[in-house]
């Protein structure tokens, strides 16, 4: 199975900073097809998680564009520019490449 | 607006049977790939399984596809999960999620005797 290294665990950020979390793969998550299936959520305090980012880097309905993805191949990064009080929680990475489909551990963001 | 509202967990004793449902709303339901996935008391998030939009074909994590069944009913905008012959460490809070985009509130499942 492909395991999903996220870095940090914890993450402390002061409001209107600057976040990055990192998401290493086992193996390459591009597809046969050559798209690459590498998604972000987030899970806010006693909610279930919402997708961010979906294939790398392609925001989702009604993302703010402090959200970001980038990276390819086996090392993807997710940036949160302008940390707001809402982007608090738990941050997570999936690949939906290789079956069967994995998540990485999360991130927890906190206020400094 | 999309709803996913689970239902049907609950404390059931090991070697027991589970089903649970999740009904949809807000979109179509017949178009969408739907899932299931897990989340232990730990915070790790398991993938369960997905259902093609026509039941026609699902997918499973090799470790709970002897145990775990999904199914749907277009008719009805309802997704399901059968467990079967739970264990412990099939503890978890379980999510139906529309092809990864939308998720439910998640339903709880505590295997105990």
């Known amino acids: 199975d492909v395991v999903l290294t996220q870095t940090p665990v914890s993450l402390l950020i002061s409001l209107g900073g600057q976040a990055s979390i990192s998401c290493r793969s086992s193996?390459?998550?591009?597809?046969?097809?050559?798209?690459?299936?590498l998604h972000w959520y987030l899970q806010k305090p006693g909610q279930s998680p919402q997708l961010l980012i979906y294939q790398v880097s392609n925001r989702f309905s009604g993302i703010p564009d402090r959200f970001s993805g980038s990276g390819s191949g086996t090392d993807f990064t997710l940036k949160i520019s302008r940390v707001e009080p809402e982007d608090l929680g738990v941050y997570y990475c999936?690949?939906?490449?290789?079956?069967?489909?994995?998540f990485g551990g999360g991130t927890k963001l906190e206020l400094k | 607006e999309v709803q996913l509202v689970e239902s049907g967990g609950g404390l059931v004793q090991p070697g027991a049977s589970l089903k649970l449902s999740c009904v949809a709303s807000g979109f179509t339901f017949s178009d969408y790939w739907m899932s299931w996935v897990r989340q232990t008391p730990g915070k790790t998030m398991e993938w369960i399984g997905d259902i093609k939009y026509d039941g026609s074909y699902t997918n499973y994590a090799p470790s709970l596809k002897n145990r775990f069944t999904i199914s749907r009913d277009n008719a009805k905008s309802t997704l399901y999960l059968q467990m079967s012959n739970v264990r412990s460490e099939d503890t978890a809070t379980y999510y139906c999620?529309?092809?990864?985009?939308?998720w439910g509130q998640g339903v709880m499942v505590t295997v105990s005797s």
């Open positions: 193996q390459s998550l591009v597809h046969s097809n050559g798209n690459t299936y």
């Open positions: 999936l690949q939906r490449t290789h079956n069967p489909w994995t």
């Open positions: 999620t529309n092809n990864y985009d939308y």
